[in-house]
Protein backbone atom coordinates (compact mmCIF):
# COMPACT_ATOMS: atom_id res chain seq x y z
CA UNK A 1 0.00 0.00 0.00
CA UNK A 2 1.46 3.22 -1.21
CA UNK A 3 1.22 5.94 1.73
CA UNK A 4 0.17 9.43 0.27
CA UNK A 5 -0.48 12.26 2.31
CA UNK A 6 -4.02 13.97 2.31
CA UNK A 7 -4.66 17.39 3.91
CA UNK A 8 -7.23 17.36 6.80
CA UNK A 9 -6.51 20.45 8.22
CA UNK A 10 -7.74 24.51 7.60
CA UNK A 11 -4.96 26.61 7.31
CA UNK A 12 -4.65 29.27 9.24
CA UNK A 13 -3.71 32.36 7.55
CA UNK A 14 -3.54 35.76 9.19
CA UNK A 15 -4.20 39.02 7.54
CA UNK A 16 -0.58 39.65 6.94
CA UNK A 17 -0.25 36.74 4.86
CA UNK A 18 -0.89 38.43 1.32
CA UNK A 19 -0.20 34.90 -0.03
CA UNK A 20 -3.12 33.12 1.15
CA UNK A 21 -6.54 34.19 1.48
CA UNK A 22 -8.09 34.81 5.21
CA UNK A 23 -10.30 32.05 6.23
CA UNK A 24 -12.98 32.38 8.49
CA UNK A 25 -15.20 29.78 10.33
CA UNK A 26 -16.42 27.20 8.89
CA UNK A 27 -19.44 26.10 7.67
CA UNK A 28 -21.35 22.83 8.17
CA UNK A 29 -21.35 22.91 4.39
CA UNK A 30 -17.78 24.02 4.59
CA UNK A 31 -16.92 21.36 6.23
CA UNK A 32 -18.59 18.56 4.18
CA UNK A 33 -17.03 19.80 0.92
CA UNK A 34 -13.51 19.26 2.84
CA UNK A 35 -14.57 15.59 4.03
CA UNK A 36 -16.08 14.76 0.16
CA UNK A 37 -12.92 15.76 -1.26
CA UNK A 38 -10.74 13.60 1.73
CA UNK A 39 -13.47 11.03 0.87
CA UNK A 40 -12.95 10.89 -2.64
CA UNK A 41 -9.34 10.76 -2.59
CA UNK A 42 -8.94 8.27 0.16
CA UNK A 43 -11.65 5.88 -2.07
CA UNK A 44 -9.98 6.61 -5.13
CA UNK A 45 -6.09 5.77 -3.73
CA UNK A 46 -7.05 2.86 -2.26
CA UNK A 47 -9.37 1.52 -5.42
CA UNK A 48 -5.56 2.23 -7.03
CA UNK A 49 -3.75 0.43 -4.09
CA UNK A 50 -5.67 -2.88 -5.15
CA UNK A 51 -4.31 -2.62 -9.23
CA UNK A 52 -0.82 -2.14 -7.69
CA UNK A 53 -1.46 -5.34 -5.45
CA UNK A 54 -2.57 -7.39 -8.28
CA UNK A 55 -6.03 -7.04 -8.04
CA UNK A 56 -7.16 -7.06 -11.31
CA UNK A 57 -9.78 -4.63 -12.83
CA UNK A 58 -11.36 -5.62 -16.13
CA UNK A 59 -12.34 -2.15 -16.88
CA UNK A 60 -12.87 1.35 -16.01
CA UNK A 61 -16.35 0.60 -14.62
CA UNK A 62 -15.02 -1.62 -12.00
CA UNK A 63 -12.57 0.66 -10.89
CA UNK A 64 -15.28 3.47 -10.16
CA UNK A 65 -17.61 0.90 -8.94
CA UNK A 66 -15.09 0.01 -6.02
CA UNK A 67 -14.69 3.56 -5.57
CA UNK A 68 -18.10 4.05 -5.11
CA UNK A 69 -17.98 1.27 -2.82
CA UNK A 70 -15.64 2.90 -0.80
CA UNK A 71 -17.47 6.05 -0.87
CA UNK A 72 -20.36 4.49 0.27
CA UNK A 73 -18.82 2.70 3.62
CA UNK A 74 -16.69 6.20 4.40
CA UNK A 75 -19.89 8.18 4.41
CA UNK A 76 -22.16 5.77 6.05
CA UNK A 77 -18.87 6.53 8.77
CA UNK A 78 -19.16 9.61 9.17
CA UNK A 79 -22.41 9.87 9.90
CA UNK A 80 -22.36 7.68 12.45
CA UNK A 81 -18.97 9.23 13.66
CA UNK A 82 -20.67 12.72 13.60
CA UNK A 83 -23.57 11.65 15.61
CA UNK A 84 -21.37 11.91 19.00
CA UNK A 85 -21.03 16.19 18.42
CA UNK A 86 -23.87 17.47 15.86
CA UNK A 87 -27.61 16.64 16.02
CA UNK A 88 -29.80 15.34 13.86
CA UNK A 89 -30.19 18.28 11.38
CA UNK A 90 -27.02 19.18 11.70
CA UNK A 91 -25.53 15.21 10.70
CA UNK A 92 -28.76 15.11 7.46
CA UNK A 93 -26.90 18.70 5.91
CA UNK A 94 -23.60 17.10 6.31
CA UNK A 95 -24.01 13.93 5.11
CA UNK A 96 -26.44 14.82 2.36
CA UNK A 97 -23.95 17.86 1.23
CA UNK A 98 -21.27 14.97 1.08
CA UNK A 99 -23.38 12.64 -0.77
CA UNK A 100 -23.82 15.38 -3.44
CA UNK A 101 -20.19 15.99 -3.64
CA UNK A 102 -19.51 12.52 -4.24
CA UNK A 103 -22.28 12.09 -6.90
CA UNK A 104 -21.10 14.96 -8.85
CA UNK A 105 -17.02 12.76 -8.72
CA UNK A 106 -18.99 10.27 -9.65
CA UNK A 107 -21.12 11.89 -12.73
CA UNK A 108 -17.79 13.34 -13.72
CA UNK A 109 -15.37 10.53 -13.86
CA UNK A 110 -18.45 8.27 -15.72
CA UNK A 111 -18.76 10.96 -18.33
CA UNK A 112 -15.56 10.75 -18.88
CA UNK A 113 -14.93 7.17 -19.23
CA UNK A 114 -18.50 5.80 -20.42
CA UNK A 115 -19.80 9.24 -22.12
CA UNK A 116 -22.67 11.45 -22.21
CA UNK A 117 -25.24 9.95 -19.13
CA UNK A 118 -27.35 10.78 -15.80
CA UNK A 119 -25.54 8.97 -13.30
CA UNK A 120 -26.08 10.43 -10.18
CA UNK A 121 -29.13 8.12 -9.66
CA UNK A 122 -27.71 5.00 -9.55
CA UNK A 123 -25.36 6.40 -7.49
CA UNK A 124 -27.49 7.77 -4.89
CA UNK A 125 -30.09 4.37 -5.27
CA UNK A 126 -26.99 2.28 -4.37
CA UNK A 127 -25.95 5.01 -1.30
CA UNK A 128 -29.81 4.34 -0.38
CA UNK A 129 -29.37 1.02 -0.25
CA UNK A 130 -25.82 0.42 1.41
CA UNK A 131 -26.69 3.14 4.22
CA UNK A 132 -29.62 0.34 5.13
CA UNK A 133 -27.44 -2.51 5.33
CA UNK A 134 -24.78 -0.96 6.86
CA UNK A 135 -26.83 -0.15 9.71
CA UNK A 136 -27.51 -3.20 10.69
CA UNK A 137 -23.76 -3.87 11.42
CA UNK A 138 -22.28 -3.27 14.89
CA UNK A 139 -20.19 0.08 15.76
CA UNK A 140 -18.18 0.10 18.57
CA UNK A 141 -15.15 2.72 19.70
CA UNK A 142 -15.17 4.72 16.70
CA UNK A 143 -14.73 1.34 14.89
CA UNK A 144 -17.53 -0.72 12.20
CA UNK A 145 -17.33 -4.08 13.42
CA UNK A 146 -16.21 -7.17 11.79
CA UNK A 147 -19.79 -7.90 10.00
CA UNK A 148 -19.66 -4.13 8.43
CA UNK A 149 -16.06 -5.29 7.30
CA UNK A 150 -16.62 -8.29 5.68
CA UNK A 151 -19.47 -6.62 3.77
CA UNK A 152 -17.40 -3.89 1.96
CA UNK A 153 -15.09 -6.40 1.05
CA UNK A 154 -17.44 -8.68 -0.27
CA UNK A 155 -19.10 -5.70 -2.24
CA UNK A 156 -15.50 -5.28 -3.60
CA UNK A 157 -15.08 -9.17 -4.56
CA UNK A 158 -18.77 -9.38 -6.02
CA UNK A 159 -17.01 -5.99 -8.41
CA UNK A 160 -14.61 -7.74 -9.46
CA UNK A 161 -15.02 -11.23 -9.59
CA UNK A 162 -14.23 -14.19 -7.24
CA UNK A 163 -11.13 -15.62 -9.56
CA UNK A 164 -7.78 -16.98 -9.06
CA UNK A 165 -6.80 -13.32 -8.89
CA UNK A 166 -9.59 -11.34 -7.53
CA UNK A 167 -10.76 -14.05 -4.86
CA UNK A 168 -8.57 -12.60 -1.44
CA UNK A 169 -9.55 -8.96 -2.35
CA UNK A 170 -11.92 -9.71 1.13
CA UNK A 171 -8.92 -9.93 2.91
CA UNK A 172 -6.76 -7.02 1.47
CA UNK A 173 -9.92 -4.95 1.79
CA UNK A 174 -10.71 -6.07 5.39
CA UNK A 175 -7.51 -6.00 6.92
CA UNK A 176 -6.05 -3.14 4.75
CA UNK A 177 -8.04 -0.74 3.10
CA UNK A 178 -11.38 -0.56 5.02
CA UNK A 179 -9.12 0.23 8.43
CA UNK A 180 -7.11 3.00 6.61
CA UNK A 181 -10.59 4.57 5.82
CA UNK A 182 -11.50 4.36 9.28
CA UNK A 183 -8.17 5.63 10.57
CA UNK A 184 -8.63 8.84 7.59
CA UNK A 185 -12.15 9.50 8.00
CA UNK A 186 -11.64 9.58 11.98
CA UNK A 187 -8.47 11.69 11.90
CA UNK A 188 -9.98 14.11 8.95
CA UNK A 189 -13.33 14.22 11.08
CA UNK A 190 -11.18 15.45 14.25
CA UNK A 191 -8.92 18.10 12.93
CA UNK A 192 -11.41 19.78 10.36
CA UNK A 193 -14.19 20.10 13.44
CA UNK A 194 -11.13 21.00 15.73
CA UNK A 195 -12.01 18.14 18.05
CA UNK A 196 -9.30 16.31 20.35
Known amino acids: MVVRRIKDRWHNSTPEDSAREVLGEKTLLDQASALAFIQWRTALNSAIDLHAEDFRYDNDQQRVGVITEYLAFQIQLVDRLSAEFLDTTEREVLVSEICAKAADQIQDNLTDIAGP ?74 RLFERS
Open 117 to 190: GNYRPPFISLLNQRFSEYATFKFKDDRPGYEAMRFIGHCVLELLGDDQTNRWVIDQVMEIDAPAMVDQNVKSLN
